[in-house]
């Protein structure tokens, strides 16, 4: 049974930063492109970051440059480390894995809240 457990959300002032979770089993996340979501209130889910099996990174304009997706395999854990912090960054944050068939896994999310 696939699982992926998000941890490290919490409230935060803007300027500050947090570090995301994603502890997965049943996977390995080493042959997944594992990706960080985030939903705010009354919007769509969107693509925040992605890690693939080469290490390459991709990011979401509003994110480039403050935010950085890593991933630890003998850990087995994708991290999403969030630097100088937006209220626009506000949001309940998920992680992704994706196979190479497209076939997605979803962990339950974490919450995000960043405001003064």
């Known amino acids: 049974q696939v699982q992926l457990v998000e941890s490290g959300g919490g409230s935060v002032q803007p300027g500050g930063s947090l570090r995301l979770s994603c502890a997965a089993s049943g996977i390995s996340v080493s042959f997944y492109v594992m990706g960080w979501y985030r939903q705010a209130p009354g919007k769509q889910r969107e693509l925040v970051a992605t890690?693939?099996?080469?290490?390459?990174?991709n990011y979401v304009d509003s994110v480039r440059g403050r935010f950085t997706i890593s991933r630890d395999n003998a850990k087995n854990t994708v991290y999403l480390q969030m630097d100088s912090l937006k209220p626009e960054d506000t949001a309940d944050y998920y992680c992704n894995a994706r196979s190479i068939l497209n076939y997605n896994f979803w962990g339950k999310g974490t919450q995000v809240t960043v405001s003064s």
């Open positions: 890690i693939s099996r080469d290490y390459s990174t």
